[in-house]
């Protein structure tokens, strides 16, 4: 079955710190990877994507994320954070299954900035 | 901008109580998704429906049905709700070949 896994539950860092999240999935096919980010009181916000090409994908607010499919994996990554980055983040895939491409995501990461 | 809009933002409902979650974008997407959030489960696909009328189980239906009757309409239907519902409920909307937008959330509460 297809999974998502985030191994980190609760990150904390101080501002300027560098940021790595880990995201791995299951399956073995052809794969959709997103990073979603949401913070608190609000909803779910897409941070970056990758469908094909550059495994290296660029995001909003200074985020990026590399695929590595040899490693199943897709790390979000951010050379220097900072207090409003504090939300909980989300790797997600899709499953090429069916006409929805329904989403499956991660446990989720809490990201927590210090000032 | 396409907007996905919960009616509610927070809902407290008795146990046992007929429960209708309402989600409503206005961007004529096809594909419409209710998850749940739990701290620590991340968000779980409860159902999906990719056309009007059309509907399909994802992975924690047990206990919830859906109704597609409009295009921009897909409602979450707790028919006897329990405290175990208690949650955040997400509902989201795609065009196919395209990304997912999601809506402010319902946090329901089950007492």
């Known amino acids: 079955a297809q999974s998502v896994s985030q191994h980190n539950h609760h990150v904390i860092l101080s501002e300027a710190a560098s940021l790595e999240l880990g995201c791995n999935y299951s399956?073995?096919?052809?794969?959709?990877l997103f990073w979603y980010v949401q913070y608190p009181g609000q909803h779910l916000q897409l941070l970056l994507k990758?469908?094909?090409?550059?495994?290296l994908v660029k995001g909003i607010k200074g985020f990026e994320a590399e695929f590595i499919k040899s490693k199943f994996s897709f790390n979000l990554r951010k050379p220097s954070v900072q207090w409003s980055d504090t939300a909980e983040y989300f790797c997600?895939?899709?499953?090429?299954?069916?006409?929805?491409?329904?989403?499956?995501f991660g446990s989720g990461t809490q990201l927590t900035v210090l000032p | 901008d396409v907007k996905v809009t919960q009616s509610s933002r927070y809902l407290v409902k008795r146990t046992g109580e007929k429960v209708f979650l309402e989600c409503v974008q206005d961007?004529?997407?096809?594909?419409m998704f209710w998850y749940r959030q739990d701290p620590g489960l991340g968000l779980r696909l409860i159902y999906f429906?990719?056309?009007?009328?059309?509907?399909e189980k994802g992975d924690i239906p047990e206990g919830y049905s859906v109704s597609r009757e409009k295009k921009e309409r897909f409602s979450l239907i707790l028919e006897s709700a329990s405290t175990n519902q208690t949650s955040m409920y997400l509902c989201?909307?795609?065009?196919?070949?395209?990304?997912?937008?999601f809506g402010s959330g319902t946090r329901l509460t089950v007492v």
């Open positions: 989201a909307s795609r065009r196919s070949g395209s990304g997912y937008t």
């Open positions: 990758y469908f094909s090409g550059d495994p």
């Open positions: 961007m004529d997407h096809e594909n």
């Open positions: 429906s990719y056309d009007v009328k059309m509907k």
């Open positions: 399956y073995g096919g052809t794969v959709n």
């Open positions: 997600a895939v899709t499953r090429p299954s069916g006409s929805a491409r329904q989403l499956t």
